[in-house]
Nanobody, 129 residues
Framework: QVQLVESGGGLVQAGDSLRLSCAASGRTVSIYAMGWFRQAPGKEREVVAPINWNSGNTYYGDSVKGRFTISRDNAKNTVYLQMNSLEPEDTALYYC??????????????????????WGQGTRVTVSS
C-alpha cells in the first residue's frame, strides 16, 4: 500500500474551475493505477476518473466527460484532476485511490472501487449555484 494525500478542494461557484492533487508516498514503485472517486451527500461513492499508471490510459464517468481531465506526474508520484465548468451536482467528497496489488495491466483502466487498496482521506468540493 501507499499513503495518499489529497489537496485542492474548496468552495467555488458554478462554472468555476478547480484542480485537485494527490501525492503518493511509501511503496510508490508498486503503483499500477490511480484514480479519483467521489461521494456526494446521501449517495454511493462513484468513479470519476482513473488512470493506468504505465500507459496513461484514462476513463471518465459519464457525468464528468468533457469537463474533467485526469493527468499524472510519474516522477512526483502525483495525480491531478482538473475540473472545469463545475456544477452544483459536482459537490462531493473527492477521494484519491491507488492500486498497488495485482500486478501491472498494460492498457486496462481500473474503474471499480474494490480494485484499489489505498485510499486518501478525501478533499471536499462544494459548488454553489
Amino acid at each position: 500500500q501507499v499513503q495518499l494525500v489529497e489537496s485542492g478542494g474548496g468552495l467555488v461557484q458554478a462554472g468555476d474551475s478547480l484542480r485537485l492533487s494527490c501525492a503518493a508516498s511509501g511503496r510508490t514503485v508498486s503503483i499500477y493505477a490511480m484514480g479519483w472517486f467521489r461521494q456526494a451527500p446521501g449517495k454511493e461513492r462513484e468513479v470519476v476518473a482513473p488512470i493506468n499508471w504505465n500507459s496513461g490510459n484514462t476513463y471518465y464517468g459519464d457525468s464528468v466527460k468533457g469537463r474533467f481531465t485526469i493527468s499524472r506526474d510519474n516522477a512526483k508520484n502525483t495525480v491531478y484532476l482538473q475540473m472545469n465548468s463545475l456544477e452544483p451536482e459536482d459537490t462531493a467528497l473527492y477521494y484519491c485511490a491507488a492500486r498497488t496489488q495485482g500486478g501491472s495491466s498494460r492498457f486496462r483502466v481500473d474503474i471499480r472501487e474494490y480494485q484499489y487498496d489505498s485510499w486518501g482521506q478525501g478533499t471536499r468540493v462544494t459548488v454553489s449555484s
